[in-house]
């Protein structure tokens, strides 16, 4: 199942903006003209997207790229930068809006990551994350192959993630999407 947060968008999916399915992720997300959102993963076109909504997008992009940055092709007038999230390379309480797609179960030190996270988040910032939901069957079984073949690759039960933002006073919910999927809406308390 491809992520419900941007694939949406593309004109022949199987998803619309007015799909029964899931409401517009769009919609759903509360912002400002002029706020800073940063897009972690894989983000498709959802960046040129809040783009022509008024607020400002910020790319990590993680690949090793040469010649061509599919983040930037995609997503016009967008600042991509190279890092990790691990070590954000921004100013502290820069972002209003953390969106992490299909990428966090891929970091080497979860904690770390939330600390970041947390790091960039300003006040009352939101954090959202989609990812694979490892109560599902066929991402156990894939998180085991990963781990056989020595990978640091560490899926998590939608529970746990709820629990690991806690820590940092990230109280946020989760939504399952067909058992396939999740997503984490979280906010930074004062």
Do not use: Q, W
């Not at 399915?21 to 997300?29: R, V």
């Not at 783009?51 to 092709?73: A, F, K």
């Not at 085991?144 to 020595?150: D, I, M, S, V, Y």
């Amino acid at each position: 199942m491809k992520s419900v947060l941007y694939h949406n968008y593309e004109p022949n999916a199987d998803l619309t903006d007015t799909s029964d399915d899931i409401t517009c992720f769009l919609d759903k997300i509360k912002y400002t003209i002029g706020n800073n959102i940063l897009l972690v993963g894989d983000i498709g076109n959802l960046g040129n997207r809040l783009r022509m909504l008024g607020v400002s997008v910020t790319i990590l992009e993680n690949t090793c790229y040469e010649d061509i940055c599919y983040s930037l092709i995609r997503n016009i007038n967008c600042n991509v930068v190279k890092g990790s999230l691990e070590f954000l390379p921004f100013e502290d309480k820069y972002f209003d809006k953390v969106i992490i797609l299909d990428h966090f179960n891929h970091t080497a030190n979860c904690d770390r990551v939330i600390s970041e996270i947390n790091r960039v988040l300003k006040l009352d910032g939101e954090v959202i994350l989609e990812d694979l939901n490892l109560k599902n069957i066929k991402v156990k079984l894939k998180n085991l192959k990963h781990r056989l073949c020595g990978e640091n690759i560490n899926y998590r039960y939608p529970n746990e993630i709820i629990d690991l933002f806690s820590k940092v006073n990230i109280k946020g919910i989760i939504k399952e999407i067909e058992n396939e999927r999740y997503i984490y809406i979280g906010k930074r308390n004062r």
